[in-house]
């Protein structure tokens, strides 16, 4: 089945267009156009019904009428586009099971294409229809005139258009409804809504009910809302309420200006409202959105009726939703696009679960069908052939899917429901493949086809945790292996994240918006209370997450920032259940520490109590960056090869986006060109500007123990300069980080080529110069570098350290040390021809690097084509890292990445298909050649072993896959 996923690009294209070469046609001058006839009807400009200004066409129509439009503005640069076509909204009056005929007519009066438009509906209704793509108009035809062709069958009606408009730009996100359709045929960007709304309600085996448990679903739920009163002393309960005040006090000042009026035949005479994909103004007159009566205005009203017992706050919003189905939020209207309005419609959602007992019975059917239309409900019956699901239609939509469920009228309906709303979410939070949503083998976080840590994934988190918890301990709660994936990915979560604050290079296009981890608190409480005692571990690092002194801002913030945008999640019964938690016996975590890589993220993450280092990358399978028009616009770099620290002692970062001169082309640990801003926020003049991949699958990260890791990839810019290239390591030892750069080239001679050290906006820096290289600090680390041409820029406090490769290098090279404890003897030693690290191979072959000391060996190895004389892994039959430890007795533990996905990938995220983004990934035979004989085995899986007593070789083969981590004992075999 077919899924979507929301772009970046929040809704920068305009869903009307106005140019140059297109007229609304408003009718605010009250005149019909005199050139518009109708063979039986009238015609008349109405003030009755409206949807922007005050008045609209009004047409009484007989049956077989036919309106013409000869020459309509904009109609002829309309057919010239590939994207001209129609955007108009239509009101009907009383529904019918016919359609009138959009036709489109050339000078000789053939029709060139059409547009049949289904009565069956009361109130406005949208189109926004192309000739060419969704009309099948042929490319050179033209238009010279319109007809608009009414029912055949039915005596006579009323309808009413209004904002017609003939337009070569249409929205690409324009959708089939109800009424009419067009022509998509991939849902990956837009949902396929009609084919959910026709899914058929059944599931294979119904889980019945048993003891009522539907009921203890529903009194959590409310619970959640509204909170259970046992816990009203603790102190950030009173906190949330009285900010919740705050928040439906606001709401009910804001829903003053709404007047409840109604017609004689009970439709509402409220002001016209827009979907988000129309403009802000339409014609010259300021567009009124549904979103904005979602986000302020409806759930404050149900809380108000709820817990004040409001009847005037009830009234008005009984009055909201009749004023929203009149104005087009409606069961399958698509008021031109829904793409982007399920996921700020949460006041809709979550108002209508408060206050449904309350509704009429016609309100409540009518409602039910429009939660079943705009949730999508329907997925649930029509589960794909793998897992996953995209974040967005977690956050914003598992609990609205719940709700729908829950309120079905008979027992027998919600069963199916549930039973299907159950293995939807099962499904949806399993290991996705390829490029899909959410959840990833390694418990890194997709959406738009990549890492994303600073939204969407944390939210998917918490509504997946939620869901789980409202679930549990009923026929209805999620498997044992959906909890597990949400623990995982929690503890996981935690892990990377250093303090509150997500790595650099995962935050999409949100650079600034690193802290997160304070709003997945109660995710931890949520699953921890989900399992039949609270889980030890989500506890234990809930409770330290928490007790920390250097989260209480942040944590105190959160409880006191209560909305219903994105997601509504700022109730009463959240902080009731953290607080729930926090009383265990369960005592907090120390402090996490170790090192952990992740294939689908491109980043090793390395912490113990004093730093914590996060290094990116990105290839074939992980994107660069993410930006729009307005957001991470200078966020080229951010994988290409970034060293980011936190000092969490001292409190002092590598990145720092929020300083004005922070300069984005010197990223720490990164290999760049100096561009100059305008060249820098280039899109590169590709159909996406972002999210490019390369056409490298040699990204690995291999963590041999909590002290000892290494990361490497082959880097290659095959979007804005294909000459660039590098191949960058970074090895990561008890007291340093050693960084290893090879074939560093461009073709270009225009800017210079660097691999920067440091970015500091403290005073607190220095540089000394000794023969085998430079000695530099910065606030909390220093860099010894051997050789090379190191360069300082110093502007007030604003420190840039870097490593200068010049103008179109061929075949650059770097080589540096970054020290955790500013040991000035360990720099010299380390540069000094008594050094512990011995460099084996700095080409683009390999990187190999020994420690003597400690007795450990790590290689990248690049070619497989390559025979590695004098090491004891001689030989490789694909790419791959390793880091080989000497055990005693003769014994080593070799520690393996190979990283090639094995899977379709494209230079930028918007060439994927649907097909390709679930392509599975493959497994491989990977075969290592050892100098020497050695029993061999592996505690993650079975190995093949093949020992040449003549040749002295060991042949280990082992099944590698996704870019996981695999440990090989290697014990001498007797000769």
């Known amino acids: ?102 036709s489109f007519r050339n000078e000789a009066e053939k029709e060139v294409c059409q547009l049949p438009f289904l009565l069956n509906f009361k109130g406005w209704r949208c189109i926004w229809a192309k000739f060419q793509g969704d009309m ?86 409310t619970a959640w809302y509204l909170g259970s009163e046992q816990q009203s002393s603790e102190k950030w309960v009173k906190m949330r309420k009285e ?86 939020w409606a069961d399958g209207s698509s008021m031109g696009t829904l793409c982007f309005e399920k ?56 609990i609205p899917k719940l709700i729908y469920a829950l309120s079905q009228n008979k027992i027998q309906e919600r069963e199916v429901a549930l039973t299907a709303f159950k293995h939807y979410m099962d499904n949806a939070l399993g290991i996705a493949p390829g490029f ?139 902080i009731e259940l953290m607080a729930q938690l926090a009383s265990t016996s369960i005592t907090k975590e120390k402090p996490v520490t170790g090192t952990l890589f992740m294939p689908y993220s491109g980043l090793l993450v390395a912490k113990d109590s004093l730093f914590h280092f996060n290094i990116k990358g990105f290839s074939r399978y992980i994107w660069d960056f993410e930006s729009s028009a307005t957001e991470n616009t200078k966020g080229r770099y ?50 996406s500007g972002h999210r490019n991949f390369s056409d490298e699958t040699f990204l690995t990260g291999v963590y041999a123990s909590d002290k000892n890791a290494m990361f490497s990839f082959r880097m290659h810019d095959i979007t804005y300069d294909q000459s660039f290239r590098a191949n960058k390591s970074v090895f990561v030892f008890e007291d340093f980080l050693f960084c290893l750069g090879s074939d560093i080239q461009t073709k270009d001679k225009r800017y210079p080529t660097v691999t920067t050290l440091f970015q500091s906006f403290s005073r607190n820096t220095g540089e000394e110069r000794i023969p085998e290289g430079y000695i530099l600090t910065d606030p909390s680390l220093m860099y010894a570098v051997k050789g090379g041409a190191v360069r300082t820029s110093c502007e007030g406090s604003h420190t840039r350290a870097y490593i200068e490769h010049g103008n179109a290098p061929e075949a650059a090279k770097y080589h540096y040390y970054i020290l955790k404890n500013k040991n000035n003897v360990l720099a010299r030693q380390l540069l000094s021809n008594e050094s512990p690290i011995e460099v084996i191979a700095q080409d683009n072959d390999a990187h190999i690097v020994t420690h003597k000391t400690k007795e450990i060996t790590c290689g990248a190895l690049f070619n497989a084509q390559k025979t590695y004389d004098g090491q004891l892994v001689s030989q490789v039959n694909i790419p791959l890292s390793y880091i080989l430890e000497k055990q005693k007795d003769n014994s080593f533990k070799l520690s393996v990445c190979e990283p090639d996905m094995r899977r379709i990938s494209h230079a930028h995220m918007g060439l994927l298909t649907e097909e390709d983004v679930i392509q ?11 100098n020497g004989l050695y029993n061999v085995k592996s505690p993650q899986k079975p190995v093949e072993v093949s020992l040449d007593r003549e040749k002295d070789k060991t042949y280990i083969t082992i099944s590698t896959i996704r870019g996981e981590n695999y440990t090989l004992l290697l014990q001498q075999a007797d000769n």
């Open 638 to 687: 951010l994988a290409y090869g970034q060293i980011e620290y936190f000092d969490l002692k001292n409190r002092h970062k590598s990145f720092n986006p929020q300083e004005p001169d922070f300069d984005w082309n010197y990223i720490p640990g990164a290999t760049t060109k100096v561009l100059p801003d305008k060249i820098l926020q280039d899109k590169g003049g590709s159909s």
């Open 136 to 221: 099948n108009m042929p490319s050179k035809s033209s238009i010279q005139s319109v007809e608009i062709q009414f029912p055949q069958h039915t005596r006579k009606g009323v309808t009413y258009i209004d904002l017609l408009e003939f337009t070569p730009k249409v929205s690409w996100q324009n959708m089939s409804d109800a009424q009419y359709k067009v022509n998509r045929t991939d849902y990956s960007l837009i949902p396929d809504f009609t084919g959910y709304r026709n899914a058929i309600p059944k599931v294979e085996k119904v889980i019945t009910d048993k003891d009522d448990q539907i009921t203890v679903i529903t009194n959590r739920l």
């Open 920 to 930: 599975q990934e493959k497994p491989y035979d990977t075969r290592l050649t050892i």
């Open 436 to 574: 899909f949503g959410t959840f990833k083998a390694d418990f890194s976080g997709y959406h738009h086809r990549g890492p994303y840590n600073s939204a969407y994934y944390p939210h998917a988190l918490y509504a997946g945790a939620l869901i789980a918890y409202l679930l549990h301990d009923t026929p209805y709660a999620l498997s044992e292996t959906t909890l597990h994936n949400l623990k995982q990915g929690l503890l996981t979560f935690r892990f990377f994240c250093a303090g509150l604050d997500v790595p650099a290079g995962t935050v999409g296009r949100f650079p600034k918006g690193q802290q997160i981890l304070e709003t997945l608190l109660p995710a931890f409480a949520y699953t921890a209370l989900s399992f039949k005692e609270p889980d030890k571990e989500l506890t234990a690092a809930f409770k330290r997450i928490l007790e920390s002194s250097d989260n209480k801002q942040a944590i105190t913030e959160y409880i006191s920032n209560v909305n219903s945008n994105l997601a509504y999640t700022s109730t009463v019964g959240e």
């Open 1 to 102: 089945m077919k899924k979507n996923i929301s772009t970046a690009i929040l809704l920068i294209s305009l869903a009307i267009s106005q140019s140059a070469f297109s007229q609304i046609y408003s009718f605010e001058n009250g005149i019909v156009p005199e050139d518009w006839k109708a063979d039986k009807g009238t015609l008349s400009i109405s003030s009755e019904k409206y949807k922007s200004g005050t008045q609209s066409l009004q047409i009484n129509w007989k049956q077989g009428d036919i309106l013409t439009i000869p020459s309509p503005a904009g109609i002829s640069e309309a057919c010239k586009s590939k994207n001209g076509g129609m955007n108009v909204w239509i009101y009907n009056e009383s529904p019918i099971k016919e359609k009138i005929v959009f």
């Open 343 to 398: 996921l700020r419609s949460s006041g809709y959602f979550h108002s209508f679960f408060l206050l449904k007992d309350q509704l009429s019975p016609e309100q409540l059917e009518r409602e039910l069908q429009s939660l079943n239309w705009f949730t999508m409900f329907g997925i649930c019956y029509q589960l794909p052939s793998h897992p996953g699901e995209v974040a967005d239609n977690l956050r914003a939509l598992a």
């Open 243 to 328: 900010n919740e005040k705050v928040f439906i006090q606001n709401g009910l000042k804001a829903a003053q200006k709404i007047k409840i009026q109604y017609n004689e035949d009970r439709t509402p005479k409220g002001e016209p409202l827009f979907p988000m994909g129309a403009p802000s103004t339409i014609d010259g007159i300021e567009a009124k959105k549904f979103r904005t009566i979602n986000e302020n205005i409806l759930l404050p009203l149900a809380l108000d009726y709820r817990k004040n017992k409001n009847a005037q706050s009830l009234k008005k919003a009984l009055y909201i939703y009749d004023w929203f189905n009149d104005q087009g």
